[in-house]
């Protein structure tokens, strides 16, 4: 059964940057299409960014599109999210999971909704 590990988050001040890590275990990460989420308090569940096996066209929501990235070592079976220009906007737990490959094939997309299995995520607060 495949598991996933966020880490990375802390507490950074507006306009700081930092890289979020998802570390995959109990399956090859090669096949897999991942996504990052993230929920703000009181605020539903949403997509942030996500990356297909091929690693061509990531998705990225409007909210972190030209500060974020998203990528992937296959090696070390992990998918890292990098959000800079920080705001405090951005302050939520992050999640990532494995998303199915129909939806970044046919959509170009993760919606939450094509999710299945959350980890524990990761705590991003921007704050000065």
């Known amino acids: 059964q495949v598991q996933l590990m966020e880490s990375g988050g802390g507490l950074v001040q507006p306009g700081g940057s930092v890289r979020l890590s998802c570390a995959v275990s109990?399956?090859?990460?090669?096949?897999?299409?991942i996504g990052w989420f993230r929920q703000a308090p009181g605020q539903e569940r949403e997509s942030v960014a996500c990356?297909?096996?091929?690693?061509?066209?990531?998705y990225y929501a409007d909210s972190v599109r030209g500060r974020s990235e998203i990528s992937r070592d296959n090696a070390k079976d992990t998918v890292y999210l990098h959000i800079s220009s920080l705001k405090p906007e951005d302050t939520a737990v992050y999640y990532c999971?494995?998303?199915?490959?129909?939806?970044?094939?046919?959509?170009?997309?993760?919606?939450?909704?094509?999710?299945?299995?959350w980890g524990q995520g990761t705590q991003v607060t921007v704050s000065a």
């Open positions: 109990g399956s090859s990460l090669d096949d897999s299409d």
């Open positions: 990356i297909s096996s091929t690693v061509r066209n990531p």
């Open positions: 999971a494995v998303v199915p490959k129909t939806f970044m094939s046919f959509m170009g997309a993760c919606p939450v909704h094509a999710v299945s299995s």
